[in-house]
């Protein structure tokens, strides 16, 4: 009787004894695993421990910094992030991360508030165009969610791409500055079976890049390169940008297609990147490189530049300016068919003026070309000047 009465005070005592070990053992996993310096899943680099000084204890930048360090370094963070999302999905929460988990396996960013920066970016760009006088046309890529709505789930918030792009269009002709609206060709194309965006990232997939291209051409009158004049190779397990905020770990992959021209060959073709004073010249606009990698997206003109120079000699066309996001890394390979240069400016990392460069440039048109989300939500193109 006294050894079942042992047992029983024992037993107790277990759950707390099953805590303490949890919460040590998870202390001691924090202080003496190797810390990570990139998140393969996340694609992104992680904190690391923040500099100690007695400034930055006083005025609280190392709290702020240890809490970053902390959250990023938790013991089997990735689990504990898929945990978290589908545990929210299981309950009702679709879209917890801001990345709603659809049908089709695609993962599709919740839309953009309604309280934006869209009209202040949009006077930007019709100022700068008033300014100049050089042609300027606008392209906004619309939002997956709103062309492929029919795997959205069933509760969901509002995507305001038809008022975006009405009030966008309003501005632009009103200012002369011609607006190439995507929203019919797109959902036409979608239902017609086209898969135009990644069902792991935010960004047109390079059909639907082309679908643009062929809508920007007919606008600028050029005449668009014919599907069948491009080599298209596929690459599997693309993981995106929403796969990597969304925490839905067991998605499937996507493939990444590089369609390339073979009459642009090394000999004609150069690409010049500059960040700040640095200028490195290449013979491709595809850097396959980035293909091994986790994030297979920067293939397309090595990722995110200010200065980014696209020539080839073989092209009949003079010289065209593009002010863009990343949405343009897939298309501009395309324009590099029809004229001789193709410049982008991102204005998130160029900082002189671009009117400096349209005087020096002398480009016969001017494209500025963002996904509608980033235009809505940018902070630097109101410096476009």
């Known amino acids: 009787m006294r050894f079942t009465d042992e047992r029983s005070k024992f037993g107790r005592y277990v759950p707390a004894i099953f805590f303490l070990v949890f919460i040590y053992g998870l202390g001691a996993w924090f202080l003496f695993a190797p810390k990570l310096e990139y998140s393969s899943q996340e694609k992104r680099y992680l904190e690391q421990f923040p500099t100690v000084s007695v400034d930055t204890v006083a005025s609280g930048e190392f709290g702020e910094d240890f809490e970053k360090f902390f959250a990023d370094q938790f013991p089997a963070r990735n689990f504990w992030v898929g945990t978290n999302a589908y545990y929210a999905l299981d309950t009702g929460n679709n879209g917890a991360n801001g990345v709603y988990k659809c049908g089709n396996d695609y993962l599709i960013n919740k839309p953009v508030t309604t309280d934006n920066n869209l009209q202040k970016n949009v006077t930007a760009i019709t100022n700068f165009a008033k300014a100049t006088d050089v042609p300027v046309t606008a392209v906004f890529a619309p939002s997956t969610g709103y062309v492929t709505d029919d795997v959205l789930p069933t509760f969901h918030d509002k995507y305001n791409d038809d008022m975006y792009f009405d009030d966008a269009k309003k501005s632009f002709e009103s200012a002369g500055v011609e607006f190439v609206d995507l929203r019919s060709r797109f959902k036409s194309e979608y239902k017609n079976g086209t898969q135009l965006y990644y069902k792991t990232d935010h960004h047109w997939t390079t059909s639907g890049a082309y679908t643009a291209y062929t809508e920007l051409c007919a606008a600028l009158g050029a005449k668009p390169t014919e599907k069948s004049g491009f080599d298209v190779k596929s690459y599997p397990d693309f993981y995106g940008t929403t796969y990597s905020t969304s925490g839905f770990w067991f998605n499937s992959s996507d493939n990444i297609e590089v369609w390339s ?77 029809n004229y001789s240069k193709v410049i982008l400016v991102d204005m998130r990392y160029y900082k002189l003026s671009v009117s400096e460069l349209v005087k020096k440039e002398k480009p016969e048109q001017i494209i500025v070309l963002y996904g509608i989300d980033n235009i809505a939500t940018d902070t630097d193109i109101v410096w476009l000047s």
């Not at 990147?273 to 091994?292: A, L, P, Q, R, V």
């Not at 297979?296 to 003079?318: C, Q, R």
Request: no cysteine; proline share 4%; glycine share 6%.
């Open 261 to 337: 021209n073979p009459k642009n060959a090394k000999q004609n073709i150069r690409v010049k990147i500059t960040e700040g004073t640095n200028t490195t010249e290449y013979d491709s606009m595809y850097f396959y490189n980035h293909i091994k990698e986790d994030d297979k997206y920067p293939v397309f003109l090595d990722g995110n530049h200010a200065l980014t120079e696209i020539t080839n000699s073989k092209a009949k066309g003079g010289t065209i300016l593009l002010i863009k996001d990343s949405f343009s890394h897939s298309l501009a390979p395309f324009l590099a068919d």
